[in-house]
């Protein structure tokens, strides 16, 4: 008996200190700025040599193979690789035990130049029809040439589907990217949420800017040929070369990586949405017009009211260039997507936005500034019960290094904020409650720097619609959130 009074005080003391700490959270009195002293790897991509970008034995062995959802609910998977000697097939087989493959689908094969360089032979195989929750082996390639990996589907649609997505932006193919990358693969994420900026290929020049890209999708491989990889594009993707006699944007990138736009009735490539298990995400483009009736603004307008909250309750948003930023890098850049879309994400009560570019962590409050105009209302954020949280994760470990001076005073729409590599995790539980976590690469995997409970803008708000029954420690959790 004494043991369990020891246990319920402590649980108590526990519970007391959260209260403690979110309430300063929420009401905004509480912004920190790290003073974390990192002793990161230089800023400087990994040697050619080096065995993470090995190429496969074998033939025109299948490399750079990576994965992403396939269609709008989760029951289909796009399987990209790449053949470097000769096209070869472009044949996906895959079943349910290992080595034995009862199903196979037939994908597609494209090649491009980029000034002299010639890409090899990239696949596209569309594998659909397969069922929810379920474990697939699949092989790619012929004879013995050939290779096998895995892959497993999400939890039907549903409101209280579990599942946890890892949140990644702006890599590169550094030493601090690999620590990164390594520190995701622990985290028991499954699925990453990929915020642009992806290999840093444009920071070379003619040639070198081909191979780059080719490197990054080999030393990836060993997370994306295994899980999808939910892709979004940032400004290093646009490879507008003139110089080169390259002006066709984004041409490395939409040749190389699929994504399933069609699904969601989008009219390109670079803005789409998703669903799944228990979430709907919704993936922008910073880079393409989106003002007024842009091809993008009509299309977000519609996806917004096609999403139920009823089946996926957790509404996300993913971008490249972030909304609220109080680092001197990329300060304001984010403005005119701002007042485009802000009055939308606190209509729809978007739960929370992730964006990359800035190469350093920061969290804001609940905020928002839909109330300004050129002539009145509040120039200034203010909280919003309403609206999102602002989360930029740009920090994954590319050359350009970290984006270390924030402004100064911290603003008060500012929670916390750091310049350290790492990666994010949100743990989706139920259709009430999140959990957040930010771990910075120093830490090693099971530490988490910043982290919150994240409480669901939808059934968290309307106290009708909770049908969860609460445990003893849930509703001091449910009191805590955000």
Not at 65 to 77: P, R
Not at 191 to 207: E, K, M, P
Not at 250 to 276: D, E, G, Q, V
Request: hydrophobic residues 35%; glycine residues 8%; proline residues 5%.
């Amino acid at each position: 008996m004494a043991g369990v009074a020891r246990m319920e005080s402590m649980l108590v003391q526990f519970v007391v200190s959260c209260l403690v700490f979110s309430s300063c959270l929420r009401y905004g009195n509480a912004g920190i700025t790290s003073n974390f002293v990192r002793s990161e790897y230089p800023s400087v991509d990994i040697p050619l040599d080096h065995r993470v970008f090995a190429v496969p034995k074998g033939h025109n062995a299948p490399q750079q193979v990576h994965i992403t959802q396939g269609d709008y609910n989760g029951k289909a998977v796009i399987i990209s690789w790449v053949t470097a000697d000769e096209p070869g097939t472009s044949k996906v087989e895959y079943g349910t035990s290992e080595k034995k493959y009862e199903f196979s689908a037939e994908g597609t094969i494209t090649n491009y130049t980029f000034y002299e360089y010639k890409s090899g032979y990239i696949h596209h195989c569309h594998v659909d029809g397969l069922e929810h929750d379920t474990k697939y082996y699949y092989k790619i390639g012929s004879g013995d040439s050939s290779r096998e990996f895995w892959f497993i589907t999400p939890p039907k649609v549903g409101p209280d589907a579990p599942y946890k997505f890892g949140i990644i932006g702006d890599l590169g193919q550094t030493f601090n990217s690999l620590s990164t990358l390594e520190h995701y693969m622990h985290s028991g994420g499954q699925t990453v949420l990929f915020l642009g900026d992806i290999s840093y290929a444009d920071r070379y020049q003619y040639n070198d800017i081909g191979i780059r890209w080719d490197t990054w999708g080999r030393f990836a491989e060993q997370s994306t040929a295994y899980q999808p990889w939910i892709w979004s594009a940032g400004n290093h993707e646009i490879d507008y070369m003139p110089y080169l006699g390259e002006v066709t944007p984004f041409k490395n990138y939409l040749h190389r990586f699929s994504t399933p736009y069609y699904a969601s009735k989008s009219s390109n490539p670079l803005w789409y949405a998703i669903r799944r298990a228990s979430a709907h995400i919704i993936v922008l483009s910073s880079y393409s017009p989106f003002v007024k009736y842009t091809p993008q603004w009509m299309w977000l307008r519609e996806e917004l009211n096609r999403v139920d909250r009823e089946k996926t309750p957790w509404l996300i948003v993913l971008m490249h260039v972030p909304i609220y930023n109080s680092n001197d890098a990329h300060y304001m850049e984010g403005e005119s997507m701002r007042a485009a879309f802000e009055s939308w994400f606190v209509q729809y009560k978007v739960d929370v936005i992730f964006a990359g570019h800035v190469h350093a962590y920061e969290r804001s409050y609940r905020i928002s500034n839909i109330h300004y105009n050129v002539s009145s209302g509040d120039q200034y954020p203010i909280s919003d019960k309403s609206a999102p949280v602002y989360i930029t994760v740009g920090d994954g470990g590319n050359q350009e290094g970290l984006a270390g001076k924030f402004r100064d005073p911290q603003p008060q729409y500012s929670a916390f904020r750091e310049a350290s590599y790492g990666h994010s995790t949100l743990e989706i539980h139920n259709r009430t409650h999140a959990l957040y976590h930010w771990n910075r690469n120093d830490d090693g995997k099971k530490m988490a720097t910043d982290a919150f409970v994240l409480h669901n803008q939808y059934w968290g708000t309307n106290h009708r619609r909770r049908k969860l029954k609460k445990h003893f420690a849930g509703k001091y959790i449910d009191r805590a959130a955000y």
